[in-house]
Each structure stands twice: as structure tokens, then as C-alpha cells.
């Protein structure tokens, strides 16, 4: 078993990153033409990201900035979970959250992609909100990170590469 390669899955954000693209959301969503007197803002709440305007257009323009910037900083948007403009009293709102870590039936659909078009000798392993997997051939390994490169359900990297 010491003859195994493995590395993990897992799926991860800079909050560091996060806070610096809301900052230059903030700057900019202050500075434009477009934005002033129409109550436009994004800021956390809590866990949460909140973007606030007084229009649906609006506030789907200040979440268009936000995303454009935590791109900027290679985030990517598949770990951005933005929900639907919604009316509060004046203003529309749209609530967003950070997904961090690979949520079970993501990892069961990665496990089931690698049993049925990975390599054969590979063995994959939910580890609460990871995935580990192993193999005797480091080219298996490699095959299976090129393959899951474009998983399109979830911002993966790929670490402890042994």
C-alpha cells in the first residue's frame, strides 16, 4: 500500500482574495456614473455577501462588477453562490455565499466519473469535504487531473501531490 501515489481534491477560496475583490467592487461601484444615487453597494453580511440597489437592473450590474473583479483575482465564479434579485422595501437585493470545501453528492458524482471513464487502477475516497485518490501509476493520476480539470459543478484544486 506504501507504493501508492495519491494526491487530493478539494475545493478552496482565498478569503484574503474575496475581501480584496469586494474592496475594488466597492471603489469602483463608488466612482461610476452608472452606480450614483441609485443606492448601489455590496458588502458582507455576516457570511454572506450582500449587493443592494435601488433597481433589479442594478443590482444585477453591482453582482456583474463583483464577479468581474473576484475573476481579476482568480476566483473562480462556480464557487460564487448568487441567489435572484428579491424586492426589500425600496431597494432589490441579491444575497451571495462563498461554497467552500465539496459538498457529498458533488464528491459522488466525481467518484462515479472516475469508476466509470477513469483509469482502471484508481481508487477514489470521500474524506468529509474532500476527495482523496489514489493510484500505483502516477500517469493514472495525472490522466484523472487533466480529466477533472473541467468538472463543471465545482471549483476544484488539486493538492499533497505524493
Not at 475594488?24 to 461610476?32: F, N, T, V, Y
Not at 444615487?37 to 455577501?49: L, N, T, Y
Not at 473562480?76 to 424586492?87: H, I, R
Amino acid at each position: 500500500m506504501a507504493s501508492d501515489s495519491s494526491f487530493d481534491v478539494v475545493s478552496k477560496v482565498d478569503k484574503q482574495e474575496v475581501a480584496n475583490a469586494m474592496n475594488q467592487a466597492q471603489k469602483e461601484i463608488a466612482q461610476r456614473y452608472d452606480f450614483k444615487g441609485v443606492g448601489a453597494d455590496v458588502d458582507f453580511s455576516g457570511e454572506k455577501i450582500l449587493m443592494k440597489a435601488n433597481s433589479e437592473e442594478r443590482v444585477n450590474a453591482v453582482l456583474d462588477v463583483f464577479q468581474s473583479k473576484l475573476v481579476k483575482r482568480n476566483i473562480s465564479l462556480k464557487s460564487l453562490d448568487a441567489g435572484e434579485p428579491f424586492a426589500s422595501g425600496k431597494e432589490y437585493r441579491i444575497e451571495a455565499s462563498i461554497k467552500e470545501g465539496i459538498e457529498q453528492d458533488v464528491a459522488k458524482k466525481i467518484t462515479k466519473l472516475l469508476r466509470d471513464e477513469g483509469p482502471k487502477g484508481v481508487k477514489a475516497q470521500i474524506q468529509g469535504d474532500e476527495l482523496r485518490v489514489s493510484s500505483k501509476s502516477r500517469d493514472d493520476l495525472q490522466e484523472v487531473i487533466a480529466m477533472l480539470k473541467d468538472f463543471p459543478d465545482a471549483a476544484l484544486q488539486f493538492v499533497n501531490y505524493r
